[in-house]
């Protein structure tokens, strides 16, 4: 059984930098991408960044390009989602995704194993 366990939120002030990281556990993932996506309140849970467990192949949304940097480190079975310049609008819950194959990385309806998640909060 896949566990993805997600840390590193926080509060932040407009223009800083911080770093999420998701462990995954209960598999190797080969063959897996895994994906960062992140819900405001009232607002759709939405696409932020996906990055292919071998390769590292990665695909970001429009809104985090150039200011966010997904990595993985295979033998920490860990995933990152480095992000710097961050603003308010990038307030939301992260939750940290996997699902098997390396394509469609950005639609959430293919991701079948979810963490809980973790707040950030950037203040003006």
């Known amino acids: 059984q896949v566990q993805l366990v997600e840390s590193g939120g926080g509060l932040v002030q407009a223009g800083g930098s911080l770093r999420l990281s998701c462990v995954a556990s209960g598999r190797t993932f080969s063959g897996y991408t895994m994906g960062w996506f992140r819900q405001a309140p009232g607002k759709e849970r939405e696409f932020v960044a996906a990055i292919t467990w071998t390769g590292g192949s990665t695909s970001y949304a429009a809104s985090v390009k150039g200011r966010f940097t997904i990595s993985r480190d295979g033998p920490k079975n860990t995933v990152y989602l480095q992000m710097n310049s961050l603003k308010p609008e990038d307030t939301a819950v992260y939750y940290c995704?996997?699902?098997?194959?390396?394509?469609?990385?950005?639609?959430?309806?293919?991701?079948?194993?979810w963490g809980q998640g973790t707040q950030l909060t950037v203040s003006t």
């Open positions: 995704a996997a699902k098997w194959g390396i394509r469609t990385m950005a639609l959430r309806n293919e991701y079948d194993n």
